[in-house]
């Protein structure tokens, strides 16, 4: 946890209001990571809290994410290494 923090945007900090319960099961989790991939392939300073709190807790989730990460990239003809940086993984 080196990182300095930054500013939240406006919605960020409105999804923070909203997210009540931060934690995700593994269910939401897999509902939500499809959007979640694509939002950080397109905009890697994205954040979804509760997204990035459980997969930084649930190994399998982060393991699907990863995949995902690099299949929508290389479909995309996108650079994944900034958001899988955003996921925990060091530089490549
Ligand atoms: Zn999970």
């Known amino acids: 946890m080196s990182q300095a923090p930054r500013p939240l945007s406006l919605q960020a900090a409105?999804?923070?209001?909203l997210d009540t319960e931060p934690f995700l099961s593994c269910d939401d989790c897999?509902?939500?990571v499809d959007r979640y991939v694509e939002a950080l392939l397109s905009d890697p300073s994205h954040d979804h809290p509760a997204m990035r709190i459980h997969l930084a807790g649930c190994a399998a989730c982060a393991e699907e994410?990863?995949?995902l990460m690099w299949l929508v990239a290389e479909e995309r003809g996108l650079d994944p290494a900034p958001a899988l940086r955003h996921l925990g993984d060091g530089p490549a």
């Open 30 to 32: 897999f509902d939500l």
């Open 14 to 17: 409105q999804r923070l209001i």
């Open 65 to 67: 994410a990863r995949s």
